[in-house]
Structure formats: C-alpha cells, structure tokens
C-alpha cells in the first residue's frame, strides 16, 4: 500500500526557531510534492510545491527533496506564532493525479 | 480565499436523511476531487473528475456516496442514508490543465449526523 507518513507531533519550537518537519513516503516512482498549512477548523492551504532533488526556498519557507531516501522536509525559518498549524504532506505516487496525504504534523510556536 | 467555494459551509442531519454538497472550482480548473476529512487525519480521496468524467473512485467509497459534475463546471456529492460515521469534513479541490498539480481546496462543508 502507498503510503506518506508524518510525525503527528506536537512539535513545539519557541519563536524565532527554525522548525523541522519530515515525511517519508512509500513509492520511488513519486514525483510531485507539496506541503500544505492548514489551521484548525479551516480547509489546507498550499504553502510549497517540489518536484526536484534539492532545496526550494519561498520567503521563510524551505521545502527540501531527496528522492533517493523518500523524504521530503520543510523547514520554517525565524518561527512566528501564527505558523501554528497542522502540516500535511501530499505525494503523487507513482504518476498519479491522485495525491496522497499524511496524517500532518502538529506545530506550535510558543512566544 | 483560493476561489473554490463549496455550499453549505455546515450541515446538521438526522441518521437516515440524504444530504447534498456543492462545490464551485475555479473556472479555468478541469480537474475536481472529493476528499473527506476527519480529526487528527489528513484528507482522504474520495472520486475526481476531469471535466465532466469521473475517472476514478474510492475504493473505501460506500454505494450510499454519489458525485456529478454534469457540465465540468461545478460539482455535486450526495450521501443517501447517512450515518453516524460518515460526520466529517468534505473537502473539495481544483486543479487546472497544466504540468503540475497543485490542488487549491475550497473552504470545505462540515457535516454532522446526529
């Protein structure tokens, strides 16, 4: 089964931290990758895409791929309270245009 | 606001009732999909469309769950009979015609079955 696997969490990383966040996913064939923010009660929002080995920086945000390993990470730099959210990682496997989505990772930036 | 609405934004039901969604994409977007959403749980794929063909479906979906989307405009998700488990978040999102697939997700309609 095609699988994306997030740490549920909570991390908690103080204000003006860098936060970390991973997911790993199953199929080597995969080719597009996304992070989407989403605040409860409220829809995702998608915040980066990545379809290349490597580093893609968009303001504080930087999504990192290596496809070798199946991981896809996204780093927060200079950490705010409004990024508190839950995280979700989507992954097209295998050339689907069906993304598949992790549970998403519970982060708090605390003041 | 990503330009995908979906109405309504609540519904409170009784076991037993039918209910209907509705989801406006973007307009340019021929690509639509049906998530469900439940706490603590990332969004799970219920059926899509590229424009008016639904080309695939959840295999996790019931009989009792139908969608449309007659003009590959808007689209439509009906639950006949519903239960107690099918309270949650239906999510629907859009993708347009280009290389990538980045998904814009409307605000999603919040189901509660009593």
């Known amino acids: 089964q095609k699988e994306v696997e997030q740490n549920s969490g909570p991390l908690s990383v103080p204000e003006g931290a860098i936060a970390s966040l991973n997911c790993t996913y199953s199929d080597r064939g995969s080719q597009s990758f996304f992070w989407y923010r989403q605040y409860s009660g409220k829809s995702p929002e998608l915040i980066m895409s990545?379809?290349?080995?490597g580093d893609k920086e968009d303001g504080r945000f930087t999504a990192q791929l290596n496809k070798a390993s199946q991981y896809v990470s996204l780093l927060i730099r200079d950490s705010q309270p409004s990024d508190s959210a839950t995280y979700l990682c989507a992954v097209n496997m295998g050339g689907s245009y069906i993304p598949t989505f992790g549970r998403g990772t519970s982060l708090i930036v605390h003041p | 606001d990503t330009g995908v609405s979906q109405d309504p934004r609540h519904k409170i039901t009784k076991r037993g009732q039918n209910v209907t969604f509705r989801c406006d994409p973007i307009?340019?977007?021929?690509?639509l999909y049906w998530y469900r959403q439940t706490l603590g749980q990332g969004p799970e794929f219920l059926t899509y469309?590229?424009?008016?063909?639904?080309?695939?479906k959840s295999r996790l979906l019931s009989d009792r769950f139908s969608a449309e989307r007659p003009k590959g405009s808007f689209s439509t998700l009906e639950i006949q009979r519903t239960e107690q488990g099918d309270s949650a978040m239906y999510l629907c999102?859009?993708?347009?015609?280009?290389?990538?697939?980045?998904?814009?997700f409307g605000p999603g309609t919040r189901l509660t079955v009593l």
């Open positions: 999102a859009s993708i347009g015609s280009g290389l990538y697939n980045e998904q814009f």
């Open positions: 990545i379809y290349s080995n």
């Open positions: 469309f590229q424009n008016e063909a639904q080309l695939e």
């Open positions: 307009s340019e977007h021929n690509r």
